[in-house]
């Protein structure tokens, strides 16, 4: 099974105050990826990807710096 699914935003989460607001608007989401995997191996996966390492490369040409790091 995958694929992503709406589910209510969380109490803890920090837009719960938002879905509370009588004109306040917030959602939440959430995606099977079919393995365990830890949120740090999750984050370094997702920020070392390569739509993040073009993004690299033109901070780079702008003369911002940026790593993986």
């Given at each position: 099974?995958?694929?992503?699914?709406?589910?209510?935003?969380p109490?803890i989460?920090?837009?719960?105050?938002?879905?509370?607001?009588?004109?306040?608007?917030?959602?939440?989401?959430?995606?099977?990826?079919?393995?365990?995997?830890?949120?740090?191996d999750?984050?370094?996966?997702?920020?070392?990807?390569?739509?993040?390492?073009?993004?690299?490369?033109i901070?780079?040409?702008?003369?911002?710096?940026s790593s993986?790091?």
């Amino acid at each position: 099974m995958s694929g992503i699914t709406r589910i209510p935003v969380p109490r803890i989460a920090s837009l719960a105050d938002y879905d509370l607001l009588e004109h306040g608007y917030a959602d939440c989401y959430t995606s099977y990826v079919g393995v365990a995997c830890g949120l740090d191996d999750f984050l370094i996966a997702f920020y070392t990807s390569a739509v993040f390492k073009v993004e690299r490369f033109i901070f780079r040409v702008l003369g911002l710096p940026s790593s993986d790091e």
